[in-house]
């Protein structure tokens, strides 16, 4: 062996003892895309909470918790879903897992759909990204930018379920996927727990 | 233990707790905002629910709490750190309404 050659594999040696905290390489990456995420987040939410701060005629259009309080229950219980889905693809029951995490996709659809219907009520009473019958126009557009961004990460955590879920039955993927797939779905229902009473609730007309 | 080793025992009990805990957590939210309070209050008080409701989300229902303590707190000082440098501005968000912060 030349010396170039035990020099690499002393090298790779230490390279590849073994992924980033012993942790499998696909869950770190869905952490620090959750992480990365999370700021994302965090800035549209802060550049909300910087612009009703600094707004005198803030509006307040929301009259009923109901359609917003269905969603949140949903969403949630679309989490517990999604928890008793990994465990049965961790106890090796096939059809058990498919059929839980099929569920999480019916329960982010059905969100997304009053999310949309909630969204289509909004825009009939006059409101656009730029302007609103009530108040201030920055309104519409800090309410359907983040609002529409927690739609598209359930829209896509959705497509996830269904694909991951489909090859995870037919034997493609296993466990693991199921597992990181479920990291981002949490994420999903996490961010929702603070756009709920910063974006719904602080503005419930009185 | 790993979060499949953590899966693999017990049952959904735990799970199911921190489920009710949520839905409580959520509910109390919508009771804060139904309350007699000037907006701050109830800012502050809906944002400490949030973040109660997100540490168990995190912890529980992510698995946080079962992974490595060096990841764990990778994750956790590296998130709240960018998270409170984020918020050095707030006082100039006022600047609109009451003018330039701390000019009288």
Not at chain 1, 6 to 27: M, R, V, W, Y
């Amino acid at each position: 062996m030349s010396q170039a050659d035990s020099t690499l594999e002393g090298h790779s040696t230490g390279l590849t003892a073994g992924p980033a905290f012993s942790i499998p390489t696909k869950k770190v990456a869905m952490w620090l895309f959750i992480i990365a995420d999370t700021m994302t987040f965090a800035a549209c939410l802060l550049a909300y909470g910087f612009v009703r701060n600094g707004s005198a005629d803030w509006p307040r259009p929301f009259h009923s918790i109901t359609n917003v309080a269905l969603m949140t229950f949903i969403l949630l219980t679309s989490s517990l879903t999604m928890l008793i889905g990994l465990r049965a693809a961790r106890a090796g029951d096939k059809a058990g897992a498919f059929r839980w995490t099929m569920i999480t996709a019916a329960a982010g659809i059905l969100f997304a759909l009053l999310h949309v219907r909630e969204w289509l009520g909004l825009i009939d009473k006059g409101m656009t990204l730029f302007k609103n019958p009530w108040g201030n126009g920055l309104f519409g557009a800090s309410f359907f930018s983040i609002t529409g961004l927690h739609l598209t990460h359930v829209t896509c955590g959705v497509i996830a379920l269904i694909v991951v879920g489909v090859r995870y039955k037919s034997g493609r993927y296993n466990a693991d996927d199921i597992e990181v797939l479920g990291l981002y779905w949490h994420f999903v229902d996490l961010v929702w727990m603070f756009v709920v009473p910063l974006v719904y609730l602080l503005n419930l007309a009185h | 233990m790993t979060t499949a080793e953590a899966s693999k025992r017990g049952g959904i009990g735990k799970e199911l707790m921190v489920y009710l805990c949520l839905l409580a957590l959520a509910g109390l939210q919508f009771v804060i905002a139904y309350q007699n309070i000037d907006a701050s209050q109830m800012f502050i008080r809906m944002l400490a629910v949030a973040i109660v409701e997100a540490g168990l989300a995190v912890m529980f229902f992510m698995h946080l709490w079962t992974e490595k303590r060096r990841f764990v707190l990778f994750v956790l000082i590296f998130t709240i750190f960018v998270l409170l440098t984020m918020q050095y501005g707030w006082t100039d968000s006022t600047r609109m309404v009451v003018g330039a912060p701390f000019s009288k």
